[in-house]
């Protein structure tokens, strides 16, 4: 099984702590729907005819096109006869609620893909989501909805820079819910200088009470050359209070407990089988191919990323070329890779796995380095695996870099 990530570089304005490759002009809207076009025909082979169970349109913002213009660019990932005579959206609500397992038809028989029993996310700025919208979105194969909603107080809005209101964010999950869509995720931030511990827990209130089966929450991270970042320099804006983003992840973590939510990741929250596939697809090693400038690819033994430069993009696509970076991954990236992706999530980072994947030197080198953080109770092992404690989710980063390899 694979994945597909179509990175949409479109918004309606930047955020101020945004550093993802995204313009807000939307001039080359058209051609670059062409180009994605051209580049899943282009790329195929990349997964070498294994089956696609998962498509994620994100970016950028993909609300900013219409559901039937995303579809067109769908419908080119199955193969040339299913173009012609795609298959039906299901209209069963069980699809929508719990997409079935992978597709088991062996690679490169038949189809690669088929939406019936996929997982098919949309990312959703809360704006976009008028009756209109959703009523669109019912022609199309989408069956999971993430919706960047980031804060429910106007001040916090602001002071991002949000293209919305909490009142749009508010409606869009009930127009989503009056459409019959319950496979709903919301993403939340905290640590935000103009929020307070008191209002991050009024912000997941709210978020509870919405009744959506999926969270995901970030801590606000000041990146280089950001607004953010130069307000912050000029002081036009409160820095982060490291403190306060403590509690407020220490608060996180207790209250979606206390609700029946699972931390399946780091900064992931679901009920029960609701995670999302796609994303734990990414943490399981299970190949990729992203499309799009900016977006990267992974296949098992290499990483591709393409230009983050959408000019270059399109005009390289116009004469049937892509532009993109590759490096074959060392046993020490790989290795790299499983500690730190595996660390991130519910399954944790096996000792057996690296021992039969990476050999013995790696295997000691890693139980030295994790012993350490056992001591300090910021990871624990359960039969030869090491997870995160509450504690050690506060310090991951670091704790994953020093279980890295160097070369
Ligand atoms: S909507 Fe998302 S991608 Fe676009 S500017 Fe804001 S944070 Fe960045």
Same mark, same amino acid.
């Given at each position: ?122 990312? @959703? ?25 980031? =804060? ?10 949000? =293209? ?12 989503? *819910? ?29 978020? $509870? ?52 939510? @699972? ?10 089988? *609701? *995670? ?14 992203? @499309? ?73 080198? $890693? ?5 350490? $953080?056992?001591?300090?109770?910021? @990871?624990?092992?359960? =039969? ?24």
């Amino acid at each position: 099984m694979s994945g597909i990530y179509i990175h949409i570089p479109f918004c309606r304005r930047k955020c101020h702590y945004c550093n993802f490759f995204s313009l807000a002009s939307q001039k080359l809207k058209e051609p670059f729907l062409d180009a994605v076009k051209k580049e899943i025909a282009l790329t195929r082979g990349y997964l070498a005819g294994e089956p696609v169970n998962t498509i994620y349109f994100g970016g950028g913002t993909p609300s900013v096109y219409r559901p039937a213009e995303l579809q067109e660019v769908m419908a080119g990932i199955d193969s040339p006869d299913s173009i012609k005579n795609p298959s039906p959206p299901d209209p069963s609500p069980d699809c929508i609620k719990n997409p079935s397992p992978p597709d088991p038809s062996p690679r490169g028989e038949g189809r690669i893909f088929s939406a019936i029993d996929k997982e098919i996310t949309i990312e @959703l700025n809360p704006e976009d989501v008028t009756e209109e919208y959703v009523e669109e979105l019912k022609d199309t194969w989408f069956n999971r909805f993430s919706l960047g909603v980031q =804060s429910f107080f106007e001040e916090d809005l602001i002071s991002l820079n949000r =293209s919305h209101s909490a009142a749009q964010a508010l409606n869009a999950v009930k127009l989503l *819910h009056n459409a019959g869509y319950e496979n709903i995720s919301i993403d939340l931030i905290y640590g935000i200088p103009s929020s307070t511990p008191a209002r991050w827990q009024e912000n997941l209130e709210i978020a $509870f009470s919405l009744n959506v089966p999926h969270i995901s929450a970030y801590s606000l991270t000041v990146e280089p050359k950001t607004p953010l970042a130069w307000m912050i320099d000029r002081q036009k804006s409160e820095p982060v209070n490291d403190e306060s983003q403590v509690e407020q992840y220490k608060m996180l973590i207790n209250k979606t407990k206390e609700q029946g939510f @699972l931390q399946y990741e780091i900064s992931n929250f679901c009920k029960p089988g *609701h *995670h999302a596939i796609h994303n734990t697809n990414y943490w399981n090693g299970v190949p990729y191919l992203g @499309l799009g400038p900016s977006a990267h690819n992974f296949n098992g033994s290499s990483r591709r990323w393409n230009v983050a430069n959408l000019s270059e993009y399109i005009t390289r696509l116009a004469k049937g070329d892509c532009l993109f970076e590759e490096e074959i991954l060392t046993p020490a990236q790989k290795y790299n890779e499983y500690v730190m992706t595996s660390l991130r999530t519910i399954r944790g980072c096996s000792l057996e796995q690296i021992i039969s994947n990476f050999q013995f030197p790696i295997s000691n080198y $890693f139980l030295n380095r994790a012993s350490v $953080f056992l001591k300090r109770g910021l @990871l624990s092992e359960t =039969s030869g695996v090491y997870f995160l404690t509450d504690e050690g989710k506060l310090f991951a980063d670091m704790i994953t870099s020093e279980l890295f390899l160097t070369e």
